[in-house]
């Protein structure tokens, strides 16, 4: 944890809070006329497993930066009904990716961790 570094905290939040937040903001009047009571407008954040259940990855600004998105899905969500709108997350377990493949090389990581990451483009559960 000592050498977590400073520079990880400010591009994950960018991206993975503020980003999907700016098009909702700048779409809303769009978002707003085009929800009905029986087909409201529709916005999906896409969260990890991560930002809700600890991991032990060591992998802190990017965990905190999906619980937020999580946080700001239910926020959005509350505000929004109103004007038929719907707003959900979508909440990805891992799968391999460039970003993951040091977990998966690592021997310090757990291995029912490990175990939920698809290999062979399998469906695993979160856990």
């Not at 990017?62 to 038929?84: I, Q």
């Not at 977990?103 to 310090?108: N, T, V």
Request: with cysteine; charged share 20%.
């Amino acid at each position: 944890m000592n050498a977590f570094p400073d520079k990880a905290w400010p591009g994950l939040a960018a991206v993975n809070v503020q980003t999907p937040f700016i098009p909702v903001r700048e779409r809303l009047p769009e978002l707003a006329a085009t929800g009905a009571p029986d087909d409201p407008a529709r916005v999906i954040n896409i969260g990890s497993a991560a930002g809700v259940k600890i991991k032990r990855l060591r992998a802190y600004s990017y965990a905190a930066s999906k619980a937020a998105v999580r946080m700001m899905t239910r926020d959005l969500a509350g505000d929004l009904a109103e004007p038929n709108m719907t707003v959900n997350a979508a909440i990805p377990c891992f799968f391999p990716t460039r970003m993951t493949t040091h977990m998966r090389d690592e021997d310090s990581v757990d291995p029912a961790l490990l175990a939920q990451i698809p290999r062979d483009g399998g469906v695993v559960g979160c856990g």
